[in-house]
């Protein structure tokens, strides 16, 4: 059965980190193009970075680079987003999601959720001023 967990979620001030983890099962991370995704209330999901370690390839959106990272453990089927300088604006609901395209699409493409089949349920992360 596949199954996506995310965990690491919580509430910090600004300037805070945190890091979200993304257990796999069912299937294997290394195979896919993994990402994480945000969604705020009243607005749409939008991508924050993907990676797929096969091709070497990640991509960021504008708003988190260089204060995000993201990062797989293949060998604990486990994805990460290493959030640091949080801001307000970063609250929202995270979800890991991942796509058997074989390749990642960057996260700026229109409607990039489009490309990923499976997805966890989400984890909260709320900053506060």
């Known amino acids: 059965q596949v199954q996506m967990a995310e965990s690491g979620g919580g509430s910090v001030q600004a300037g805070g980190s945190l890091r979200l983890s993304c257990a796999a099962s069912?299937?294997?991370?290394?195979?896919?193009?993994m990402g994480w995704f945000r969604q705020a209330p009243g607005k749409e999901r939008e991508g924050v970075a993907v990676?797929?370690?096969?091709?070497?390839?990640?991509y960021y959106a504008d708003s988190v680079k260089g204060r995000f990272t993201i990062s797989q453990d293949n060998a604990k089927n486990t994805l990460y987003l290493q959030m640091n300088s949080l801001k307000p604006e970063d609250t929202a609901m995270y979800y890991c999601?991942?796509?058997?395209?074989?390749?990642?699409?960057?996260?700026?493409?229109?409607?990039?959720?489009?490309?990923?089949?499976?997805w966890g349920q989400g984890t909260q992360v709320t900053v506060s001023s």
């Open positions: 999601a991942a796509a058997s395209t074989g390749w990642c699409p960057h996260v700026n493409t229109g409607r990039v959720t489009r490309y990923f089949n499976r």
């Open positions: 069912g299937f294997t991370i290394s195979s896919y193009c």
């Open positions: 990676i797929y370690s096969r091709g070497g390839t990640t």
